[in-house]
């Protein structure tokens, strides 16, 4: 286990270093997370039929759920942990992980639960149509009841990073995603077994890395590891105080998957009314492609993420100020390659999921540079989010994200198309992406503006500011 434990210093290291250190093994991990969605858009648009590929976009929201979850647990407590080891309180870091790993689980058994015994219920909620159905059913029932390893091995990473193991965490992936790829093929193709195949192959990928992530945290070897929970009286106030607080301070995170959720079923029913089933499927591939972007984004916020925590735990505010920019100059690169591949590739991205035969490839063609020109705002936002969340500002990061993922996102899906046409469906998202980026710059610049008028104050008053 020692050789899985990388070392790293968060509080002396020099932060282009130590952001080096974190971000490859990061990206790298959520790479090919990204492959898992792409190879299942992939094997089920080729394998199957557009009308899969759509199916799978209206049930995507359950899996963004999940994934939601996963990274609220996990933001919340690593911060919080992070934050304790900066202390030297080793016990109550365990402690804390090994809460939101518990409560985490038994909330979405429940969930799935629920999902599972109103399937078709669920389905036609989320959007799904007469034709598409069925086929969502069955994709739903083979996938949802996994949910709770989709979570831990969110959560799971963020533990790993922190307990000095971004190399491990990056392999709990990369397993996960070679699974889903391999049996995605054999079950799909060899043996033909359609939505059922596509849905078990991730289940089983998932499943894989989580239980690599649990045995890593079970190990007494490690720094941060599970820790018996009490179950008296005393400490289940205790748990209950932790994970409300963990919740808040995660809480940005799971509004973010959920944000993406509401995307992909607010443009369902956006794309369905202008253009049918054959949008949804266009539409389909523009959700298998955010995602990944996304990720990206968020490897980068997560790889400053112990970093910003521990240092602000030490009040050592110029490391956390050169992290947090750092990072925002990193994703803001990432979205000027990402903005122009879209560009200038878009016939050759559709291309990877459906066969120009299809007439959602014409629209997907047209549409996916419209919806790339927001990929920078995204870039901007999805960092900033991550920052306020590491610096316990959660109230920032909530409102920003519930600004672009729910109040300027739905405006923007309704109000577009009535001005523009299906141009304006295209532009919805980055246009609110855009508008959040403002939000974001008005936040900083009247912080800049309180810190210089703070300074001011204390200069009168022959003060040294600190």
Same mark, same amino acid.
């Given at each position: 286990m020692e050789k899985m434990r990388d070392s790293i210093d968060f509080k002396n290291t020099d932060i282009k270093t130590l952001f080096r250190k974190l971000l490859l093994p990061t990206v790298l991990g959520m790479i090919f997370s990204a492959l898992f969605i792409i190879t299942d858009g992939i094997f089920v648009g080729k394998g199957i039929g557009s009308d899969a590929l759509a199916a799978v976009n209206i049930v995507s929201p359950l899996w963004l759920f999940s994934t939601g979850v996963g990274l609220?647990? !996990?933001? !919340?407590?690593?911060?919080?942990?992070?934050?304790?080891?900066?202390?030297?309180?080793?016990?109550?870091? %365990?402690?804390?992980?090994?809460?939101?790993?518990? $409560?985490?689980?038994?909330?979405?058994?429940?969930?799935?639960?629920?999902?599972?015994?109103?399937?078709?219920?669920?389905?036609?909620?989320?959007? !799904?149509?007469?034709?598409?159905?069925?086929?969502a059913v069955e994709y739903m029932l083979w996938f949802v009841p996994f949910s709770l390893f989709t979570a831990l091995l969110n959560s799971g990473m963020f533990f790993l990073r922190l307990d000095g193991s971004p190399s491990f965490a990056m392999m709990c992936n990369v397993v996960a995603a070679v699974l889903n790829i391999l049996l995605d093929y054999l079950f799909?193709? +060899?043996?033909?077994? !359609?939505?059922?195949?596509?849905?078990?192959?991730?289940? $089983?990928?998932?499943?894989?890395?989580?239980?690599?992530?649990?045995?890593?945290?079970? %190990?007494?070897r490690c720094a941060l590891r599970f820790h018996p929970v009490k179950m008296s009286r005393k400490s289940m106030q205790l748990m209950r105080h932790n994970i409300g607080y963990m919740c808040r301070m995660g809480s940005s995170a799971f509004l973010c998957e959920v944000a993406i959720a509401s995307m992909m079923f607010v443009g369902n029913q956006v794309f369905i009314h202008y253009l049918k089933e054959d949008g949804v499927a266009a539409f389909s591939i523009a959700c298998y492609f955010f995602p990944i972007i996304f990720m990206v984004y968020n490897a980068i916020a997560q790889s400053a993420q112990p970093i910003i925590s521990y240092n602000y735990g030490l009040n050592e505010s110029q490391r956390v100020r050169r992290a947090y920019l750092l990072a925002l100059k990193t994703a803001i690169g990432c979205g000027v390659c990402f903005a122009l591949t879209? $560009?200038?590739?878009?016939?050759? $991205?559709?291309?990877?999921?459906?066969?120009?035969?299809? +007439?959602?490839?014409?629209?997907?063609?047209?549409?996916? +540079?419209?919806?790339?020109?927001?990929f920078v705002f995204f870039a901007v936002n999805i960092v900033s989010i991550g920052y306020f969340q590491s610096v316990e500002r959660a109230k920032y990061a909530t409102v920003i994200t519930l600004l672009r993922g729910f109040i300027l996102l739905t405006a923007c899906f309704f109000g577009l198309p009535l001005l523009l046409g299906d141009r304006g469906i295209w532009l919805a998202t980055p246009l609110a992406e855009m508008l959040t980026t403002l939000f974001i710059l008005v936040i900083y610049i009247s912080g800049k503006r309180k810190d210089k008028e703070k300074s001011v104050s204390l200069d009168k008053t022959g003060c040294t500011p600190t």
């Open positions: 609220m647990f !996990g933001v !919340g407590a690593s911060v919080v942990a992070s934050i304790h080891l900066s202390h030297g309180k080793v016990k109550v870091a %365990r402690i804390n992980i090994t809460q939101s790993v518990v $409560i985490s689980s038994l909330l979405l058994m429940c969930t799935s639960t629920l999902f599972c015994s109103f399937a078709p219920q669920v389905v036609k909620l989320l959007g !799904g149509s007469e034709r598409l159905t069925p086929l799909i193709f +060899p043996l033909g077994w !359609g939505m059922f195949g596509a849905a078990l192959a991730s289940a $089983i990928g998932t499943t894989v890395g989580a239980f690599m992530t649990v045995s890593y945290l079970l %190990r007494r879209t $560009i200038f590739c878009s016939p050759e $991205i559709v291309g990877m999921f459906i066969d120009r035969s299809y +007439p959602a490839y014409d629209i997907a063609v047209k549409g996916l +540079p419209l919806y790339a020109t927001g």
